[in-house]
């Protein structure tokens, strides 16, 4: 099929390259010139494992291209797949202005009968708005008709998620355009869930917003755990063994980020508001998260008393391993925190120091390597758990920092192993263990 996938994010990109991949026709096209220029030159501008293989076996077989023109995107095309942002506007709505403007182009560009699918995670609603809009602009012999299929891909496994994902959500109310959506998908042979528009649209926020209820149930559970001298680790296996509950999103940490589910979980509790309806349990996940982000930071406070002029290395800032993506990311609230006290920050990450130069500049240092982001700290912060970091032994904390204190947001390591290395270590849900500092000389 002759597809085009409007916007070249996390999202589209890797939809788009993984259609090609499977047989289709495929045109990226993105607003965004310079990154159109490093794709047809085969370079990915994201990190996801895998990608920038595929982008250029497809490009090098021809059913791959990238564009930035207008016309060569929308033109002649059987089905057109916008994935572009849906960011937070500041009253927790999602804002949909890059939505419209695509929706718009797609109105005056097209010249055939055109199935538009939003894969764009959004409000209960829009399909039917962004259908008018487009059906407002087209001349009336053009048949437009839209497809709700929200996307459900992990970033960091992207790839694997789009060949092999456990569901793919067609909503619409035109029955031809579905059979249409669900045969571009067929190659993947993966189960498909036919619906209206509504519920396709709602499926993705009631998703997300029940994997953010669990993160936020288990932190929530890993503060009392603390207090009552449980250990959330233990707990939390011995509640994922039980097959109604299941491990996945029950790991204790500092709080989700990430460019979905903070975005999402305000969204949804916006769709409430606007519609007179008070979303409790959704309310309750986003202020734990919000309280939880500065977990880590509130304990080094009682422990040190201040954290003004010492020196905190902060290892890791995606907001998850395997990503490059640092949009509401954990490490940036620590980071602000840290900043705000006067403390001294370096930071490590295998890929995201680039992303986050943008935010904090040059007010914090980058080390290349993990080793020597620690060196002479005075608190090392795990905010991130790649594989780089959680496999350091804790030898080298001791060896390295001035005084080895390990604030571990991620529990990467078992209290056993912390206190046989005669460290102070911080870890969620778990004892702490603090250990009299020796100075490093
Ligand atoms: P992103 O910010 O990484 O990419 C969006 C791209 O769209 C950008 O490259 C931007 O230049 C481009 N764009 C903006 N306006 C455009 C226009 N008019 N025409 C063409 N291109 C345009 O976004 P993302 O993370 O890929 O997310 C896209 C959507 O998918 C969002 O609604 C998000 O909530 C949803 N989603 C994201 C993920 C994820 O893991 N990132 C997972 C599931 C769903």
Redesign the pocket.
């Known amino acids: 099929m002759r597809v085009t996938v409007?916007?070249?994010?996390?999202?589209?990109?890797v939809t788009g390259v993984c259609l090609a991949e499977v047989g289709h026709s495929v045109i990226c096209?993105?607003?965004?010139q310079p990154?159109i220029e490093k794709l047809k030159a085969g370079i990915s501008p994201?990190y996801e494992p895998g990608l920038e293989e595929l982008i250029r076996k497809n490009l090098d077989q021809n059913r791959l291209s990238f564009t930035s023109r207008v016309e060569q995107a929308y033109q002649d095309q059987e089905i057109i797949i916008v994935?572009?942002?849906?960011?937070e506007k500041e009253d927790g709505s999602?804002n949909l202005c890059?939505l419209e403007?695509?929706a718009e182009?797609i109105g005056k560009s097209i010249n055939r009968d055109t199935v538009v699918v939003i894969?764009?995670?959004?409000p209960i609603g829009t399909n039917e708005k962004i259908i008018k809009q487009i059906r407002g602009i087209v001349p009336p012999e053009i048949n437009v008709e839209i497809v709700s299929n929200?996307?459900?891909?992990?970033?960091g496994a992207?790839i694997e998620d789009t060949f092999n994902g456990e569901r793919i959500v067609i909503g619409s109310n035109h029955d031809e355009a579905a059979k249409l959506v669900e045969e571009l998908y067929q190659p993947f042979s993966i189960p498909v869930v036919r619906t209206d528009l509504r519920s396709a649209e709602m499926i993705?926020y009631a998703s997300n917003t029940f994997l953010a209820t669990k993160i936020s149930f288990i932190n929530e559970m890993a503060n009392l755990c603390e207090k009552m001298g449980s250990n959330i680790e233990d707990v939390a296996l011995g509640m994922g063994l039980d097959s109604r509950i299941g491990h996945q999103f029950l790991r204790a940490g500092i709080g989700f980020g990430?460019?979905?589910f903070p975005?999402?979980t305000k969204a949804l509790e916006n769709i409430a508001n606007q519609n007179d309806f008070e979303f409790k349990i959704l309310q309750s996940v986003i202020e734990v998260n919000s309280e939880q982000k500065q977990k880590l930071f509130v304990r080094a406070k009682e422990l040190m008393g201040s954290v003004t002029g010492k020196k905190a290395a902060v290892l890791g800032l995606a907001f998850k391993p395997n990503t490059d993506?640092v949009r509401e990311a954990p490490s940036i609230d620590l980071i602000n925190s840290l900043l705000n006290e006067q403390a001294e920050v370096v930071a490590y990450d295998p890929v995201a120091s680039e992303k986050m130069k943008s935010i904090f500049e040059e007010r914090i240092e980058y080390a290349s390597s993990p080793e020597l982001a620690i060196e002479d700290a005075e608190l090392a912060f795990i905010v991130t758990e790649w594989p780089q970091i959680k496999r350091m032994p804790l030898e080298l904390f001791k060896d390295r920092m001035k005084t080895p204190i390990i604030l571990d947001g991620r529990n990467c390591y078992s209290l056993e192993e912390a206190r046989s290395a005669r460290v102070s270590y911080i870890s969620i849900g778990r004892e702490k263990i603090i250990h009299f500092q020796k100075v490093k000389r």
């Open positions: 409007t916007g070249t994010g996390y999202v589209g990109l096209y993105d607003v965004d990154k994201i994935a572009v942002g849906t960011p999602a890059y403007r695509a182009q894969k764009s995670t959004v929200p996307e459900f891909l992990r970033e992207g993705k990430g460019s979905c975005k999402d993506d």
